[in-house]
């Protein structure tokens, strides 16, 4: 050591490590690169790696495939449902359609009350029909307006129901379902004038 700065002389530090380096590469052992290498060497690892990746990559692209074959297929589905979605409904419609193309060629020959008779039972049909898919009718005269349901036309003053109340029908409403497709067209009541 060097008594003025005691720190050892850098010709021995030198010594200290160039004594480290001889003593990792002596002759026998081996490095980390060679110890990694195994038994064929690093060309073997790199062939398993590289078909690791082709698997994978094959992977994907088959469930690529798949997904977009779901996807064109939900699509392809969707579109049928909504282009035949009233398949069913067209068809017990048809029955309606004859019995009115019935009544008109009977109209000829027949007199009011069997055509009243015909006619009735084709809008029976109808109804019938109607509410085999959900379709109700909304008739709420004498009921309170609802506002939700109902659509007012007027008001008129009435001492014979209770104001607020659906005096007289208009056109009547239609659910779907429990969703409204039409609003009843209603005469709501008021108070009567003189009251």
Do not use: C
């Not at 850098?10 to 990694?36: K, L, M």
């Not at 019935?102 to 509410?131: F, H, N, Q, V």
């Amino acid at each position: 050591m060097n008594a003025q700065t005691d720190r050892p002389d850098v010709e021995s530090e030198d010594a200290v490590v160039e004594g480290a380096d001889r003593t990792s590469q002596e002759p026998g052992t081996a490095t980390d690169a060679e110890a990694n290498a195994g038994e064929g060497g690093p060309e073997v690892n790199i062939e398993e790696l590289q078909a690791k990746a082709d698997e994978n990559w094959d992977r994907y692209l088959r469930a690529a495939a798949e997904i977009e074959n779901v996807r064109k297929r939900a699509a392809r589905d969707m579109e049928h449902a909504r282009k035949y979605a009233l398949e069913s409904f067209g068809r017990e419609l048809l029955a309606v359609k004859d019995s009115l193309e019935m009544g008109l060629e009977a109209a000829d020959s027949a007199d009011a009350d069997s055509l009243r008779t015909g006619s009735e039972a084709t809008l029976k049909l109808l109804a019938t029909t109607l509410e085999r898919f959900g379709i109700t009718e909304i008739d709420p005269e004498g009921e309170p307006f609802d506002p939700e349901l109902h659509e007012a036309m007027t008001m008129q003053p009435s001492a014979d129901v209770e104001p607020g109340s659906v005096l007289t029908v208009v056109q009547k409403g239609y659910a779907l379902n429990g969703r409204l497709l039409r609003p009843a067209r209603v005469v709501v009541a008021s108070e009567p004038a003189d009251a």
